[in-house]
T-cell receptor
Framework: GENVEQHPSTLSVQEGDSAVIKCTYS??????FPWYKQELGKRPQLIID?????GEKKDQRIAVTLNKTAKHFSLHITETQPEDSAVYFC???????????FGTGTSLTVIP | DSGVTQTPKHLITATGQRVTLRCSPR?????VYWYQQSLDQGLQFLIQ???????AKGNILERFSAQQFPDLHSELNLSSLELGDSALYFC??????????????FGQGTRLTVV
């Protein structure tokens, strides 16, 4: 099955700086890569996703890049704000709606 | 509100007991996923059902079982509970196979405490 590795496990940045979280996956058949944000005590919520037919996707301060050859994808958050503090999970899976495999999470702290 | 409903929100039970967690997916979603999140851990995939049939199995213990009913709600049964089973159990749903809209929407979770 798929194996998703995520780094770093914890990340602290100053408000206004950028944050980057990286994930690698093992199954070349995976072609859908969502990112979820989980605030303390709440459910994970999708913040952005990318499919294998594109290399980059942006949504305001959030961007995701995908390198299919190297089997890695990254989340970039620019101009970080305290409300960005949360645990971020990457995931990989097929387009068909089958199960997603999640990374182990990155706890991001934005220091005011 | 994601549209995915999980009950109960909290559950405290003793070791050796059996509990059932319930999940109602979003209207129109055929796939249901169950995940376990232990303290300081990521989301461990347990099992997926699609339109009533088991679709995929992850690291689900033999003491655990699940099913999806004709009305598409799902139940996760945990038996012979151990202290280590204490965790937050999430249910998620998505449109399912064949569609490109594969975003999974999560419920609020059931926090299980085994004492």
């Amino acid at each position: 099955g798929e194996n998703v590795e995520q780094h770093p496990s914890t990340l602290s940045v100053q408000e206004g700086d950028s944050a980057v979280i990286k994930c690698t996956y093992s199954d070349s058949a995976s072609n859908y890569f969502p990112w979820y944000k989980q605030e303390l005590g709440k459910r994970p919520q999708l913040i952005i996703d990318i499919r294998s037919n594109v290399g980059e996707k942006k949504d305001q301060r959030i961007a995701v890049t995908l390198n299919k050859t190297a089997k890695h994808f990254s989340l970039h958050i620019t101009e970080t704000q305290p409300e960005d503090s949360a645990v971020y999970f990457c995931a990989a899976g097929p387009n068909t709606g089958n199960q997603f495999y999640f990374g182990t999470g990155t706890s991001l702290t934005v220091i005011p | 509100d994601s549209g995915v409903t999980q009950t109960p929100k909290h559950l405290i039970t003793a070791t050796g007991q059996r509990v059932t967690l319930r999940c109602s997916p979003r209207s129109g979603d055929l796939s249901v996923y169950w995940y376990q999140q232990s303290l300081d851990q990521g989301l461990q995939f347990l099992i997926q059902y699609y339109n009533g049939e088991e679709r995929a199995k992850g690291n689900i213990l033999e003491r655990f079982s699940a099913q999806q009913f004709p009305d598409l709600h799902s139940e996760l049964n945990l038996s012979s509970l151990e202290l280590g089973d204490s965790a937050l159990y999430f249910c998620a749903s998505s449109v399912g196979q064949g569609g490109l809209n594969t975003e999974a929407f999560f419920g609020q979770g059931t926090r299980l405490t085994v004492v």
